[in-house]
């Protein structure tokens, strides 16, 4: 197959999504509407300058215009019109199941409550399953720069909203903030039954993710790539199966590989991780899942059997029910 082959037979596929900050999908032409309609000043003129400003060099330059750019959410529409817009390119990227993280302290930090964007979220998501049997699940994720008691806090307001959270995640700067810091609001999480991922090994070491297996006890990592430096640690994950959500684009753009050539996906895939592939902040990184399928193929000598993998990957490391999932994979083996 040629690579324009593999990149319609891949877009054709029902896939899955498990790394996605719905805060990352804030597109610039949204930033700018929602500026506008709050009487925000942004240090921007037009959508091309806001464009120009994702040259990142690091995770922490790129959460500076992360948290800057959610600022303009405010009101329920304002989240439902988020969630909205994200869901629209699931549609269209053929993305039939996903699990998307928000940011809760983002907004109870500026006085915006769990009351207004839960509701925004879960209209969009009730209007789309209703319209094209559109499936997501939502992952609290808590910031990993604040402290383990703001995280606490942040849970116990979530609770009246359990019913609509499947996990709790940990993302924001990695380096200086290791999981063991969340260690008692995780087993927290654990005992209300939610279950558990954090991005870990993304610029912080391997060790991080050990943190992340035992302190946390995480159902999945997010990132994990840095994974590759401790032997002992793949030899676990192969046995183990904790599956890595990779996010080839965002890896390349905040400087975790120098190009996506050097991106390391398919070594882990080939040792027998259970990787998985993802967009993170498609907005602000260029592109939605299809595009990180599309890159990977275009820089690395990626066969069919081995994308196949990947996205059989996605809804076998994913929160589905069993049969939900027993049906989907029946369907891609026809494929
Ligand atoms: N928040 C949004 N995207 C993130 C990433 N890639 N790493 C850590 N925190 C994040
Ligand atoms: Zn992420």
Redesign the pocket.
Known sequence: MTKNELKQWVASLPKVELHL?I??SLEPELMMALADKHQIALPYANIEEVKQAYNFED?QS??DL?YFGASVLKDEDDFYQLMWNYLLKCKEDNVVHVEIMF?PQTHTERGIGFDVFMQGFKRAMQQAEQEWGQSCLLIM?FLRHLTEQSAIQTLESAKPYLNDIIAVGL????LGNPPEKFTQVFEMAKELGLKRVA?AG?EGPADYVWGALKALDVHRID?GVRSIEDPKLIEFLIQSQHPLTV?PL?NTK?KVFSHMQEHNVLQLLDLGLMATINA??PSYFGGYLNDNFFAIIDHLPIQKHQLHQLVINSFNASFMPAEQKRKWLEKIDSY
């Open positions: 900050h805060e990352g995770l790129f959460l992360y940011d994720s993302d924001s700067a990695e991005h993304e990132h996010c965002s905040l993170d902040d």
